[in-house]
């Protein structure tokens, strides 16, 4: 089933390109306890990733598991929303990314571990526990930094701004998305949008930050079209299975 | 930046029934983010079902000055351990 296979190499996707960009924070992060917490994360979203593309894999019954996903793909084969493909910045352009998509995963997680796919449904059970524990974090850091200095704050808000552009796709449904809702795989992603909003709102109010009004929203991820910034990532991350095709650890 | 943080102890619990058991301590801005820096340092590895963070300034120590007073006449005293007391032959429900 085309469509299947689609919508979970978008979860696999996302997943995986936040865990890359998160695990680029080890040995940078502005304390010690705070290098091991970001570690954890990158790890989970890593795990996540693990599962979602290996059902991708099998799904395509082309015999690509996730390594071959992850490695062998160019930019314009990855279905992640551009949000998590975003530069990592600095520390609160980090957190605000992270909590934009956590708030989001969160939600999804919920939806899909209702899904008649019952592996679908155990993927997303386990990555809601560790989500929830996300988001936790993302919140606590957004309001620390927003409700903090006056340097944090403005760097907050900063990455609110800018940000807040990226967040319009995870709303945005397409073919893919109709076809999953009407077999009762998937959910209709407008349908976080309000309690996306609503928790947003409130974390942000609570930061002192302001929630910027609905401009434009950038989108094509979930499409394959991205921006520039996933090209340097994916450079990175598979320059050594593409010069080495037969390398092994 | 770390050293603007207070240090905080921790205490996790391994199981329930069993005490909280010291197992380091780390640098935290407050108590919120003491516990979160204690779960990700101190249970990644499914080590604990609870947790006790305390500011290491609250934590009253004894004197090490004063161990000879506090500790060594205990050493003696051999009739205070269980092990002192020989168990009659033909006793049940001890």
Same mark, same amino acid.
């Given at each position: 089933?085309?469509?299947?296979?689609?919508?979970?190499?978008?979860?696999?996707?996302?997943?995986?390109?936040?865990?890359?960009?998160?695990?680029?924070?080890?040995?940078?992060?502005?304390?010690?306890?705070?290098?091991?917490?970001?570690?954890?994360?990158?790890?989970?979203?890593?795990?996540?990733? !693990? +599962?979602?593309?290996?059902?991708?894999?099998?799904?395509?019954?082309?015999?690509?598991? &996730?390594?071959?996903?992850?490695?062998?793909?160019?930019?314009?084969?990855?279905? #992640?929303?551009?949000?998590?493909?975003? *530069? #990592?910045?600095?520390? &609160?352009?980090?957190?605000?990314?992270?909590?934009?998509?956590?708030?989001?995963?969160?939600?999804?997680?919920? !939806?899909?571990?209702?899904? #008649?796919?019952?592996?679908?449904?155990?993927?997303?059970?386990?990555?809601?526990?560790?989500?929830?524990?996300?988001?936790?974090?993302?919140?606590?850091? +957004?309001?620390?930094?927003?409700?903090?200095?006056?340097?944090?704050?403005?760097?907050?808000?900063?990455?609110?701004?800018?940000?807040?552009?990226?967040?319009?796709? %995870?709303? %945005?449904?397409?073919?893919?998305?109709?076809?999953?809702?009407?077999?009762?795989?998937?959910?209709?992603?407008?349908?976080?949008?309000? *309690?996306? +909003?609503?928790?947003? $709102?409130?974390?942000?109010?609570?930061?002192?930050?302001?929630?910027?009004?609905?401009?434009?929203?950038?989108?094509?991820?979930?499409?394959?079209?991205?921006?520039?910034? %996933?090209?340097?990532?994916?450079?990175?991350?598979?320059?050594?299975?593409?010069?080495?095709?037969?390398?092994?650890? | 930046?770390?050293?603007?943080?207070?240090?905080?102890?921790?205490?996790? !619990?391994?199981?329930?029934?069993?005490?909280?058991?010291?197992?380091?301590? %780390?640098?935290? &801005?407050?108590?919120?983010?003491?516990?979160?820096?204690?779960?990700?340092?101190?249970?990644?590895?499914?080590?604990?079902? $609870?947790?006790?963070?305390?500011? $290491?300034?609250?934590?009253?120590?004894?004197?090490?000055?004063?161990?000879?007073?506090?500790?060594?006449?205990?050493?003696?005293?051999?009739?205070?351990?269980?092990?002192?007391?020989?168990?009659?032959?033909?006793?049940?429900?001890?």
């Amino acid at each position: 089933m085309k469509a299947k296979g689609e919508y979970v190499l978008r979860f696999g996707d996302s997943a995986l390109v936040l865990a890359q960009r998160t695990a680029a924070w080890v040995a940078h992060a502005p304390v010690m306890e705070e290098d091991v917490a970001l570690a954890n994360v990158a790890l989970d979203l890593f795990g996540q990733a !693990r +599962l979602w593309l290996d059902y991708a894999g099998e799904i395509e019954a082309e015999g690509r598991d &996730a390594d071959r996903l992850v490695f062998h793909r160019d930019a314009s084969a990855y279905r #992640n929303v551009l949000l998590v493909e975003q *530069p #990592n910045g600095n520390f &609160a352009d980090t957190m605000v990314r992270g909590f934009f998509y956590d708030a989001w995963a969160a939600l999804a997680y919920g !939806r899909l571990t209702g899904s #008649n796919d019952e592996r679908i449904a155990a993927v997303a059970a386990k990555s809601a526990k560790e989500t929830a524990y996300h988001l936790r974090r993302s919140e606590d850091w +957004l309001v620390r930094l927003g409700d903090g200095t006056e340097l944090s704050h403005e760097r907050a808000q900063c990455a609110v701004d800018e940000l807040w552009r990226f967040t319009g796709e %995870l709303f %945005l449904g397409d073919e893919v998305d109709a076809e999953m809702v009407a077999c009762g795989i998937g959910f209709d992603p407008q349908a976080l949008r309000e *309690p996306w +909003l609503q928790r947003v $709102s409130a974390a942000l109010a609570t930061a002192t930050l302001v929630k910027p009004g609905d401009g434009w929203m950038q989108r094509g991820g979930k499409q394959g079209r991205h921006s520039e910034a %996933l090209g340097y990532l994916l450079a990175e991350m598979q320059v050594l299975p593409r010069s080495y095709p037969e390398a092994v650890w | 930046m770390s050293t603007d943080w207070p240090l905080w102890e921790i205490f996790v !619990r391994s199981e329930n029934g069993l005490a909280h058991k010291h197992v380091g301590s %780390l640098h935290a &801005a407050d108590a919120e983010m003491a516990v979160q820096n204690a779960r990700d340092l101190y249970t990644r590895r499914n080590e604990g079902v $609870s947790i006790w963070v305390v500011r $290491s300034t609250d934590i009253v120590a004894t004197d090490p000055a004063q161990s000879e007073a506090l500790f060594d006449p205990s050493e003696d005293k051999s009739y205070r351990q269980a092990t002192f007391y020989h168990v009659p032959e033909g006793v049940k429900n001890l």
